[in-house]
């Protein structure tokens, strides 16, 4: 016998608590780029953080588009 809610909100909180295939490797790829950011760091050190700057300012800027898509893509319903 398979279950099904009876009410409003247990519906509700069925499809809540699903998890896609895509958002089950979320935190692989914020483990990616902490990784990334941390060799990015140690080859900077490496060189007297010559271009640390530019480097951490262009990885802020792809971690903040990761971050929007992986969002967006949350709030966005498909039929």
């Known amino acids: 016998m398979q279950y099904r809610p009876s009410t409003l909100s247990q519906k509700l909180e069925e499809t809540k608590s699903r998890i896609t295939d895509e958002e089950k490797y ?5 483990a990616l780029m902490g990784f990334l ?7 900077s050190a490496l060189n007297n953080f010559l271009f640390f ?3 951490s300012i262009s990885m802020s800027i792809i971690f ?3 971050s929007i898509n992986i969002i967006g893509k949350r709030q966005t319903k498909r039929y």
């Open 26 to 30: 979320y935190p692989i790829y914020y």
């Open 37 to 43: 950011f941390t060799g990015i760091l140690l080859l």
């Open 53 to 55: 700057g530019w480097l």
């Open 64 to 66: 903040g588009l990761l």
